[in-house]
């Protein structure tokens, strides 16, 4: 017997030893039985050995989206017409991001979605704060609205974990904590970890990206493929925000440039509804722009002053509706 392997002989390299079992695996077995002394049966023995050894197994799309489901959860923001624009939520695994003007509500939807997620789910929130505009009082009204109970509200509070950090490589450096142990020990007696909101990525990046170009976009993409890591691995949602810049017609668009824009699943854009004076109002106008499972351009009004009590929380793999449409 000779065993076909890689130097044999001149000219047997790796690349034609693949080729040929390419071409074994590929060609009509029984054809091939009929050219050659080995039996039918043999080289389907053969075939099978080869393509265990070789080749990935083999995954059907439905395997595939039924781990999706088993895997996905839907954290309410609990505001029900963001809830409906996003299908449902924010989507475990996935980065989401709120772009808009200041006073356009990004952190108070970032607000709304913690004290929710750390109070109705009973789950554990990283909350990193970028611009030092995170506010415990804030934070305590909202709650209060949603229960009466003191020691709901304390307990709920003690779930929102906070970073503040206020340069990238500090943010780096806290994402890197939060990958390699930080998420499992913010877990500890608290919930398991089910969001982590960034509020707000374009404070820490975009002085990066005016002196060094290059540098700057280094580590930005570290940024974003370390958001990544986080939200697929540890299956959590990620919720960043997002400065406004003018595109050349002068149209509202994202911050942050092109190579940006790959890295939310999800985006919002985020505008008052009550016109631009110095009073500002709680109305506001959600556009999303960016989705994979809704039409884009379409829009959604909500009001801060409308104060809920969401009657739904969070179904691993089902759809989460938290209250009517207003």
Known sequence: MVVLREGMCPGLDEDVVRD??????????????????????ALLAIRRVLLAQHTAFPVSGLDLYEELVSSTAILSTSIPS??????????????????????????????????????????????????????????????????????EQTEALQRIRVFRVFDIFSLLDCLHGLRCGGLQQASLGGGSVKAVILDSVSAIISPTLGGKQNEGMSLMMQ???????????????????????????????????????????????????????????????????????????????????????????????????DGSDP
């Open 223 to 321: 940024v974003a493929g370390t958001l990544k890591t986080i939200a697929k691995d540890f299956n959590v949602a990620v919720l960043v925000t997002n400065h406004m810049t003018r595109g050349p017609g002068g149209e509202p668009q994202a911050g942050l440039g092109l190579s940006w824009s790959h890295v939310p699943r999800t985006r919002l854009l985020l505008e008052r509804s009550d016109g631009a004076g110095p009073l500002l109002g709680s109305k506001r106008t959600a556009t999303l722009v960016k989705s994979s499972r809704r039409p884009c351009h379409i829009k959604a009004e909500f009001d801060f002053n409308r104060g809920s009590r969401p009657e739904e929380g969070l179904l691993g793999g089902v759809r989460v509706r």
């Open 20 to 41: 040929l079992l390419e071409d074994l695996v590929a060609s009509d077995t029984e054809e091939l039985a009929q050219k050659c002394s080995v039996s039918y049966k």
């Open 82 to 151: 963001l809830d409906k624009l996003l299908d449902s939520g924010l989507y475990t695994g996935e980065i989401t991001e709120l772009s808009g003007a200041p006073g356009t509500g990004k952190s108070q939807v970032c607000f709304a979605t913690a004290t929710h997620t750390a109070h109705r789910l009973k789950q554990s929130v990283i909350y990193i704060d970028t611009t030092g505009g995170l506010s415990a009082t804030r934070l305590l009204q909202m709650l209060q609205v949603q229960t009466d109970e003191t020691g």
